[in-house]
C-alpha cells in the first residue's frame, strides 16, 4: 500500500524560508505527477505547486518566483523549496500524488497527512 509522508513544516518568520519534503513509499513503479496544496483557516484547499514526472512545472500565481518544487523520481520524492515566505502562506500543506501504480494496482490521487506551516512574527 503506498503512502506519502511529509516532512518540513514549522514556524518560521516572515521573509523566512522553509523546506517541504514528502516521500511515497512501498512497491511503487511509477508516479504520473507529484504536488503540493495547502489549506489555510476557514479557506479550501487550492494548488500550490505540481511537478510532472518529465519535470514540467504549474504553481499558482502567489507563489510564483518565491517557491521552487522538484522531483527526485528514483526516490518517489517531492520537495517544495519556500523562500520569502509571507504570513498569508500559513496553512497546512498536503502532499498529493496522482496516477500512481504499484504492486498494489493503480490509485489515481493519493494524499498525505499534511505539515502545518505558520508564517509569523
Same mark, same amino acid.
Given at each position: 500500500?503506498? +503512502? ?8 518560521? +518568520? ?6 517541504l *519534503?514528502?516521500?511515497?513509499?512501498? !512497491?511503487?513503479? !511509477?508516479? /504520473?505527477?507529484? =504536488? ?5 483557516? =476557514? ?9 510532472? %514526472?518529465?519535470?514540467d512545472? /504549474? ?15 528514483? %526516490? /518517489?520524492?517531492?520537495?517544495? @523549496?519556500? /523562500? *520569502? ?23 489515481? %490521487?493519493?494524499? =498525505?497527512?499534511g505539515? @502545518? ?5
Open positions: 500500500q503506498v +503512502q506519502l509522508v511529509e516532512s518540513g513544516g514549522g514556524l518560521v +518568520q516572515p521573509g523566512g524560508s522553509l523546506r *519534503s514528502c516521500v511515497a513509499s512501498g !512497491s511503487i513503479f !511509477s508516479i /504520473n505527477v507529484m =504536488g503540493w496544496y495547502r489549506q489555510a483557516p =476557514g479557506k479550501q484547499r487550492e494548488l500550490v505547486a505540481v511537478i510532472t %514526472r518529465g519535470g512545472t /504549474n504553481y499558482t500565481d502567489s507563489v510564483k518566483g518565491r517557491f521552487t518544487i522538484s522531483r527526485d523520481s528514483a %526516490r /518517489n520524492t517531492v520537495y517544495l @523549496q519556500m /523562500n *520569502s515566505l509571507k504570513p498569508e502562506d500559513t496553512g497546512v500543506y498536503y502532499c498529493t500524488a496522482e496516477k500512481i501504480l504499484s504492486s498494489s494496482g493503480y490509485s489515481p %490521487r493519493l494524499w =498525505g497527512q505539515t @502545518q506551516v505558520t508564517v509569523s512574527s
